[in-house]
């Protein structure tokens, strides 16, 4: 028998406001033809004032604790991706920790930027198989409009607001590739590149500050470090491309998304997308896509998934599990 983190549950949240390319053409030197063939974007979601990355990862949180039947005090554990959490501390996890009025257990905030829920899924995929935890919820959330420079038309056409949440439960498998649950994990990160894509603020400056980012050369690494890591997973979990139903990979540009793919041999039609309507939502974009390829009827029970993602770090990784 081996110990196996299942999926019973997700669900997604999206805040109500929706902002097509158009609009950007408003205040920048930009317009909706670039922004479509450069990124696959056509609206994004931003959030309401008041609104926080708590706040939405709550809501998808309860989508999922409802979609799994079971309630906040039958989980043992949290664990938010976020590099937008309301505050410098405490962790986004706690404040959803109590929002759902959940009183035992423990929570906390995992920092990878967009590989941010491939990280935290590995971290509760431990948790649970090494007997810390039976029943994990495991949020993407975040809020990078409030971290967008609105004068950048190279970052801010980029990227949008909502989160995504899984629940993850102890089951025993029998050690194949047929269990459900995670399969394998596969994360790296390499600190040399921290200058391509990262937030000029922090308590260093005393300034929450603005995504930088250089584009073209943080796409430069994408393609390769992506296939590379999913096919690290796919060898450590035993299956290859042609049992793979669907991949959901970190939604940040079309292009990308293709380009990985493609060097995967995998078609286009077994690629769950959801850039055009969410834009880069970093670590919720996993969550989100899940969630939507459910909802969609995309993904199904027993579904071999690969998951992969890279952003700021750089940090990136995949994720291998079977619905
Ligand atoms: O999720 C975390 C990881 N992040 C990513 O994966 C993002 C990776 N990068 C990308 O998705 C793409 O590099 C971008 C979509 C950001 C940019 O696409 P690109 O094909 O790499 O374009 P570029 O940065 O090389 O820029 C091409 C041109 C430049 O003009 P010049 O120098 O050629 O005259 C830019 O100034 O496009 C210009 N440009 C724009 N033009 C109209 C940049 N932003 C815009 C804009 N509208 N919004």
Redesign the pocket.
């Known amino acids: 028998m081996t110990k196996r983190a299942v999926v019973i549950g997700c669900g997604h949240y999206l805040p109500e406001r929706v902002v097509e390319n158009a609009e ?1 053409e408003k205040t ?4 909706d033809a ?2 479509r063939s ?2 696959g974007i056509e609206r994004r979601h931003f959030a309401a004032e008041g609104e926080t990355t708590s706040s939405m990862a709550t809501a998808a949180a309860r989508a999922a604790l409802a979609d799994a039947g079971i309630e906040a005090d039958d989980l043992d554990a949290i664990v938010l991706a976020t590099s937008t959490a309301d505050l410098t501390f405490p962790s986004a996890a706690t404040m959803v920790q109590a929002e759902l009025n959940m009183n035992k257990g423990f929570a906390f905030d995992v920092q990878a ?2 590989a941010g829920f491939v990280y935290a899924l590995s971290n509760a995929n431990a948790l649970i198989i090494s007997g810390q935890a039976k029943r994990v919820l495991v949020i993407g959330a975040e809020t990078f409009s409030r971290i967008m420079d609105w004068t950048d ?6 990227f949008g607001d909502g989160a995504g949440a899984l629940i993850l439960e102890a089951q025993e498998g029998d050690g194949t590739a047929e269990d459900r649950g995670i399969l394998s994990t596969d994360l790296n990160s390499d600190g040399r590149y921290r200058d391509l ?1 990262y937030v000029d603020g922090g308590v260093s400056t005393g300034t929450s500050g603005y995504l930088r ?7 430069r690494h ?1 393609v390769a470090k992506l296939a590379a890591t999913a096919t690290t997973a796919m060898e450590a979990a035993n299956v290859t491309a042609d049992d793979v139903d669907w991949i959901v990979p ?1 939604q ?2 079309i ?2 998304i293709q380009g990985t793919a493609k060097k995967l041999d995998l078609p286009m039609d077994r690629v769950v997308v959801t850039v055009q309507d969410h834009g ?1 939502t ?1 670590a919720a ?1 996993i969550p989100l896509a899940l969630s939507v390829g459910r909802t969609r009827g995309q993904i199904k029970p027993g579904d071999l998934i690969v998951t992969e ?4 770090g750089l940090a990136w990784g995949a994720v291998v599990l079977r619905w």
């Not at 993602?309 to 700021?312: L, T, Y």
């Open positions: 950007f920048l030197d930009t317009d670039w922004i450069r990124s930027v967009c038309r190279s970052t801010c056409v980029l894509l980012m250089q584009g073209n050369q943080v796409f994408a970190h940040a540009n292009r990308i880069n970093s974009s993602a890279i952003g700021g």
